[in-house]
C-alpha cells in the first residue's frame, strides 16, 4: 500500500549553486549525499519534513533523460513487494524488486505518459533514516 511521497528528484545544471539554494536559502537539511566510483559527489539528499526529502543530481547533458530537470517522483510502500504484485495484477509493468545504494527496497514504474514512479521501502539500514530522526 502507498503510504506517503517519499521524495522528489531533479537533475541540475550546477549541483553546487542548487546546494546552496535548497540548503542555505530554503533551510533544508542534507542528509546523505551520492558519489561516483572516483568519490566525486554526484548528487545529494535533502530532507524536506517529516518523511518526504528532494533529491539532487548533477546533470549530464550527454544522457538524453537527463536534459530535463523532473527526473522521477517516489511513493513510499509499506510492503514494497506486495505492491509491486498488487501492481502487476492491475496491469501496471513492475521492475523486480531491488537494494538501492541507498540501502532501501526499490521498484519502478512509469505513467502512460513515461512520467517515471520509483516505490520505495524503507529499511532499519536506509541512509533516509538520519534524516527521520
Known sequence: MITGLAHICFTVSNLEESIEFYKDRLGLSPVFDFRNDKGEMTGIYLHIGGRSFIELFKSNPEK????????HFCLEVDDIQSTADNLRKNGV?????????????????ADP?????????????????????
Do not use: C, F
Open 64 to 71: 538524453p533523460d537527463q536534459k530535463q530537470s523532473y527526473k
Open 93 to 109: 509493468e513492475v521492475t523486480e524488486v531491488k537494494m538501492g545504494s541507498d540501502h532501501s527496497w526499490q521498484a519502478w514504474l
Open 113 to 133: 505518459d513515461g512520467n517515471r514512479i520509483e516505490l520505495h521501502q524503507y529499511t532499519s539500514d536506509s541512509k533516509q533514516n538520519a534524516g527521520l530522526k
